[in-house]
């Protein structure tokens, strides 16, 4: 594998307020945030993973893994997954390019972001409540992990 961050947030930046065509919209769905997340990851290079079930990845609304659209199913794959990609690391030690998912009540993580920029503050880009380069810090939240991409 070879994940190149430049290329997800080029992804991450143009379809922030939109949605790729060739990706269902999950949003009336219980969010877009995770489908977004995966969507920017395979455009930085992480393959698509065919494997039933334990997989990640999208063909169609029919044909895809939980891992792809799930918050907790992709923290699973990344982090333990048969060929983890992604270690758990404090989310103030992320890097443009790596994941932060967040937790509203302390308990269960329920969004997923994209970190964009960590010059002066870490920004993020996501879907759901579509944002763009937004602080991370203008969120509420009670837990945030970060996801480190091996690169």
Same mark, same amino acid.
């Given at each position: 594998m070879?994940?190149?961050? $430049?290329? $997800?947030?080029?992804y991450?930046?143009?379809?922030?307020?939109?949605?790729?065509?060739r990706?269902?919209?999950f949003?009336?769905?219980?969010? !877009?945030c995770?489908?977004?997340?995966?969507?920017c990851?395979?455009?930085?290079?992480i393959?698509? !993973?065919?494997?039933?079930?334990?997989?990640?990845?999208?063909?169609?609304?029919a044909?895809?893994?939980?891992?792809?659209?799930?918050?907790?199913?992709? =923290?699973?794959?990344?982090?333990?997954?048969?060929s983890?990609v992604?270690a758990?690391? !404090?989310?103030? @030690?992320?890097?443009p390019?790596d994941?932060?998912?967040l937790?509203? !009540?302390g308990?269960?993580?329920?969004? @997923?972001?994209?970190?964009?920029n960590?010059d002066?503050?870490i920004?993020?880009?996501?879907?759901?409540?579509? $944002?763009?380069?937004?602080?991370?810090?203008? =969120?509420? =939240? $009670?837990?945030a992990?970060?996801?480190?991409?091996a690169?």
């Open positions: 070879s994940y190149n961050p $430049a290329n $997800a947030i080029a991450a930046h143009k379809w922030a307020f939109s949605r790729n065509p990706y269902g919209d949003s009336n769905l219980g969010g !877009d995770t489908n977004f997340i995966s969507q990851l395979h455009a930085g290079g393959p698509m !993973d065919y494997t039933p079930v334990t997989g990640w990845y999208y063909s169609s609304m044909s895809r893994s939980p891992s792809f659209t799930g918050v907790e199913f992709l =923290y699973n794959y990344l982090t333990k997954g048969r983890p992604a758990e690391v !404090d989310y103030q @030690s992320v890097s390019g994941i932060i998912q937790s509203f !009540d308990v269960k993580f329920e969004h @997923s972001l994209l970190v964009v960590t002066g503050g920004e993020i880009t996501t879907h759901t409540y579509d $944002a763009d380069s937004r602080p991370l810090a203008s =969120y509420e =939240y $009670a837990r992990r970060g996801l480190a991409i690169r």
